[in-house]
């Protein structure tokens, strides 16, 4: 019958020492590790670029929105920038919602 289930044998109590407690705590602190460099610390560096592009948006500006709407700033106050769509046609969107500023002329394409 053990074939399926494996037997349990008994160990000393005194055989696990602070050496056996640092190699179990190395594991989880080892993926703690690598979630900060492989989630973490990408997400922060990209949040600091965004908040930079954002405070250096400027009448002019020709932006793409979070919602994928192209146009150049009309206007710009501190939290909201109205953004001019077509002719005559203007849209109030929150600065923060600026997902990327596109290079001068990339409107005259569309």
Do not use: C
């Not at 602190?29 to 922060?44: A, N, S």
């Not at 700033?73 to 953004?83: D, K, N, P």
């Amino acid at each position: 019958m053990s074939f399926f289930i494996s037997n349990a044998w008994a160990q000393d109590a005194a055989a696990a020492g602070p050496a056996d407690l640092v190699m179990s705590l190395l594991f989880p602190i080892g993926l703690l590790v690598l979630l900060y460099f492989l989630m973490i610390r990408p997400q922060i560096k990209r949040q600091k670029e965004h908040t930079k592009m954002v405070a250096a948006l400027a009448k002019g500006d020709e932006v793409i929105t979070v919602g994928g709407v192209v146009g150049r700033i009309a206007e710009i106050g501190e939290t909201f920038a109205m953004v001019e769509i077509a002719d005559g046609v203007q849209v109030k969107v929150r600065r923060h919602a600026v997902e990327a500023v596109l290079p001068k002329g990339s409107m005259k394409d569309l």
